[in-house]
């Protein structure tokens, strides 16, 4: 078993910057799981926005979010983060982040383990 908690969301303006955080308990193999954020914007379906495999040397990106967010993840620590910089209002949503054994998929309804989202919410 896997359990996420985020933290860093918040309120800012468009062209801010903003660090999530996800840290991850109850498993000691935490560097085979591949880590993902997924957001959520109101009235709208969940959405892909990155992932990482077992080394910052394997991520996946969203189109919407390519070159603007970058995931890394402290294996030491078993936390991930993901900064998030040059913010759109259109990034408003509650990023949660989520965890499955070994290989990545950018289909969010394959990870099994989900923190309780943390929101962000970006004005113009």
């Known amino acids: 078993q896997v359990q996420l908690v985020e933290s860093g969301g918040g309120e800012v303006q468009a062209g801010d910057s903003l660090r999530l955080s996800c840290l991850a308990t109850g498993e000691r193999t935490f560097s085979t799981y591949t880590m993902a954020w997924v957001r959520q914007a109101p009235g709208k379906e969940r959405e892909f926005v990155a992932a990482t495999m077992k080394t910052d040397d394997n991520r996946y990106y969203a189109d919407s979010v390519k070159g603007r967010f970058t995931i890394s993840r402290d294996t030491a620590k078993n936390t991930i983060y993901l900064q998030m910089n040059s913010l759109k209002p259109e990034d408003t949503a509650v990023y949660y982040c989520?965890?499955?054994?070994?290989?990545?998929?950018?289909?969010?309804?394959?990870?099994?383990?989900w923190g309780q989202g943390t929101q962000v919410t970006v004005s113009s």
């Open positions: 989520a965890a499955r054994p070994w290989t990545y998929s950018s289909n969010w309804n394959s990870y099994p383990y």
